[in-house]
């Protein structure tokens, strides 16, 4: 029997016989074309990318009235610089301007000032990582706006986010590992998801999408998401993971996979793995955890900065520092303890 066509993947003939493949969430929303050969493993990525990415509506229509924030917020939605952005990224940003077009949309967009920017800094004072995160999407926001000659100034120049110094993502620890492989033994998707993040060391993004037409051989090779394409990480196939991805379930398109064999958009596996953990008592950890304490692991077995930038995809060399500099203190203190003996 032939095999069922993934959901939301149409095809066109045109009358001269050429088939064109496009995704389409539903009828009226924009197509987004896949341009690779059906059936390979180019095609099934651009798929996955698609279904990730692709509008459930049309482009709005500029209905609201000229020169107020929601007016410039719609505009630069449809811009270039908009579109260069990842899916995820996209979504986050619509989400922090949704509060503030109901708080300040009908507002000239041009007599926003720098008190407005540090109010709205302010209001999220005792969350930092959305104080940031606002931050960064007003002063792009406000930066297109200045290229585009719609406002005259950034009014976000020289406001800065005050953070407290803390550990950040706490490491798992051995006894976290144990505890959650015994409340999800191989054979659950819950297995699947901590064994793909921890022999593979990949961010929530590209573990959400790595899958059998990354692997080669024995290697998997991966585009970095943050990198957005620019930098790829190649890593062997470790036998623990073999046996995970053995015993499944995995889909076609990723290892990691909802009940339908599609894959999970990475918020939402975010969201699944933090149950996962809350459900085998594995509290205040995340996936992010894990790859802190496979950075540590590497670097305290010997691994350099620049093997660490390897496995891990960073592009600074200052990130895998922070690794080698804490297993190198932690070596050296070991072997100066007799020193103090003596």
């Known amino acids: 029997m032939p095999r069922p066509r993934p959901p939301h993947l149409h095809r066109l003939t045109s009358r001269h016989g050429k088939i064109t493949w496009y995704v ?105 990582s959305q104080a ?33 110094k803390t550990q950040g993502f706490l490491p798992w620890t051995y006894e976290d590992v144990l505890a959650y492989e015994k409340r999800w033994p191989l054979g659950t998707r819950e297995r699947v998801m901590l064994d793909v993040y921890m022999y593979t060391g990949l961010r929530r993004g590209d573990a959400a999408r790595v899958g059998p037409g990354h692997v080669n051989g024995n290697t998997i090779s991966l585009a970095t998401e943050k990198s957005q394409g620019q930098t790829a990480v190649h890593l062997p196939m470790l036998d623990a993971l073999k046996r995970t991805l053995e015993a499944g379930p995995t889909g076609k398109l990723s290892f990691i996979c909802k009940e339908d064999g599609l894959p999970y958009v990475k918020e939402s596996l975010g969201n699944m793995f933090k149950d996962a953990c809350v459900a085998a008592g594995v509290k205040d950890k995340s996936a992010h955890g894990l790859r802190k304490a496979a950075a540590t692991r590497a670097a305290e077995n010997g691994a350099t900065a620049h093997e660490l930038m390897a496995i891990f995809g960073w592009i600074d060399i200052k990130e895998a520092e922070i690794y080698t500099r804490a297993a190198d203190r932690k070596r050296l203190a070991a072997q100066a303890m007799s020193k103090l003996e003596a």
């Open 24 to 128: 389409q969430l539903r009828r009226g929303a924009p197509r987004i074309r896949i341009r690779a050969e059906y059936g390979t493993t180019a095609f099934n990525e651009a798929y996955a990318a698609a279904i990730r990415t692709a509008p459930t509506r049309p482009v709005p229509k500029i209905r609201t009235a000229a020169g107020t924030v929601e007016w410039a917020w719609i505009s630069y939605k449809q811009s270039s610089a908009w579109k260069a952005l990842s899916g995820a990224t996209q979504r986050q940003r619509d989400n922090i301007m949704k509060h503030v077009i109901e708080a300040a949309g009908s507002e000239q967009v041009k007599n926003i000032g720098p008190s407005d920017i540090s109010d709205g800094v302010e209001h999220r004072a005792d969350t930092p």
């Open 132 to 164: 940031k995160n606002f931050l960064q999407t007003m002063s792009q926001f406000f930066g297109w706006l200045v290229d585009s000659k719609k406002v005259p100034y950034n009014p976000t120049v020289g406001i800065k986010v005050k953070r407290k």
